[in-house]
């Protein structure tokens, strides 16, 4: 029954339709597309494909360079080593047995291997060479956010609020923690961090959590967002974004919640700010981008907390988490198209199209350029001009 629930609020979320309480709809329209002179045009060096990509379902399969290649994959189980120079392929697996391998938790890659989960609750691992298997192992829940790796463990978070790490070598449990999953939750989980010996990740509860690497004993638990409202929807608080570490400060956000600076040495929280999100942030200096539930984008500084700039053009255009390439805020959007901001002002400086199926994974920066998925499975190599 709660999966059932999960898929229904992401298909609401989706198509920006919510029921009201007496029965009315407000329906969330798409803002139209920013007209946008380009201050320069990219080149594109190659392009090329991985089986079907991801179609309309949640999984984010963002690619993973390393070892000399680029790594991609798509839901179905097709994964593919290609080469960074002309993008022709390594060495291409199939990972579907029996059913539809339904890959959703993202690429890591360590210890000579890659390590990717899936919605059937399994974490597989290949050779990063051959993309022979390695190990598949069965953990308590689907893994929709990409797995770390450290310390020779593999830590999954799962659907079902249970962080579980294996052994990286043989795939073996090692530990899990258990917590509170709510009968309502967005689709999507938070991916751990890690630094130091500990590990830090989110929970659909509205908590951000610590504990250590070695053993998963808890360190501490601090409240992201609370419970408000007087519907189910309205009570969602995820925390699922991933945490990042920036120097002694850890920062999080939660949907319905706040975006948190926290001390990384008390779990204490440094500024808390209003922002509601369940997308990946990124910081770049001294300045963190996010992407609010209303696909606002916003500029932070992380020392105070305090809003730089804030672009509201991109409304409901059901945008992908920011990053940053050659110094510019870019974000990808479901109609297909690619969006640079100004880091300083948050202002338009370039537009680009690609193939029109969406774009749910931000744009992957290179050493010479960047890489865009589409939600098709095509991949272009860019270049700056």
């Not at 310390?151 to 999954?156: N, S």
Request: proline share 5%; glycine share 10%; with cysteine.
């Amino acid at each position: 029954m709660q999966k059932v629930l999960k898929q229904a609020v992401s298909v609401a979320l989706a198509v920006g339709i919510l029921a009201g309480c007496a029965g009315e709809e407000d329906t969330i329209q798409m803002a139209p597309l920013p007209q946008v002179e380009s201050a320069f045009a990219p080149v594109q060096n190659w392009t090329q494909t991985v089986g079907d990509g991801v179609g309309h379902y949640f999984s984010k399969l963002t690619p993973a360079v390393g070892y000399g290649k680029i790594f991609v994959a798509d839901r179905n189980g097709v994964v593919k080593a290609l080469d960074p120079a002309d993008g022709k392929v390594i060495w291409q697996q199939d990972l579907e047995v029996d059913v539809t391998a339904k890959l959703a938790g993202g690429i890591a890659l360590s210890y000579g291997k890659l390590f990717i989960g899936s919605e059937n609750a399994e974490v597989i691992a290949l050779d990063e060479e051959t993309g022979e298997e390695v190990w598949r192992t069965t953990v308590e829940g689907e893994v929709l956010a990409k797995p770390l790796v450290d310390e020779g463990l593999v830590v999954v978070n799962t659907s079902r609020g249970i962080l579980q790490a294996l052994d990286a070598d043989s795939g073996e449990p090692k530990w899990q923690l258990s917590s509170e999953v709510p009968t309502l939750t967005l689709r999507g989980d938070s991916s751990p961090v890690a630094i130091s010996g500990g590990i830090f990740w989110g929970q659909a509860n509205g908590r951000l959590a610590g504990a250590l690497m070695n053993n998963g004993q808890m360190l501490w638990q601090q409240p992201i967002g609370s419970p408000k409202g007087a519907t189910e929807i309205d009570r969602l608080v995820d925390v699922d974004a991933t945490p990042v570490i920036a120097g002694d400060r850890l920062f999080a956000i939660g949907y319905n919640g706040s975006l948190v600076s926290i001390e990384l040495r008390t779990g204490q929280a440094a500024w808390k700010r209003n922002y509601s999100s369940a997308t990946d942030f990124v910081i770049d200096g001294s300045q963190l981008y996010l992407v609010t539930d209303k696909d606002h984008v916003v500029a932070v500084d992380t020392r105070s907390g305090t809003e730089l700039w804030q672009n509201q053009n991109l409304e409901y255009r059901l945008l992908s988490a920011p990053t940053v390439v050659n110094g510019y805020v870019v974000l990808g959007d479901s109609e297909g198209y690619l969006h640079w901001l100004d880091p300083n002002t948050g202002d338009f400086v370039a537009q680009q199209q690609t193939d029109g199926s969406g774009i749910a994974v931000p744009p992957l920066p290179v050493s010479d350029g960047y890489l865009v998925v589409t939600r098709d499975g095509r991949i272009n190599k860019m270049q700056m001009p």
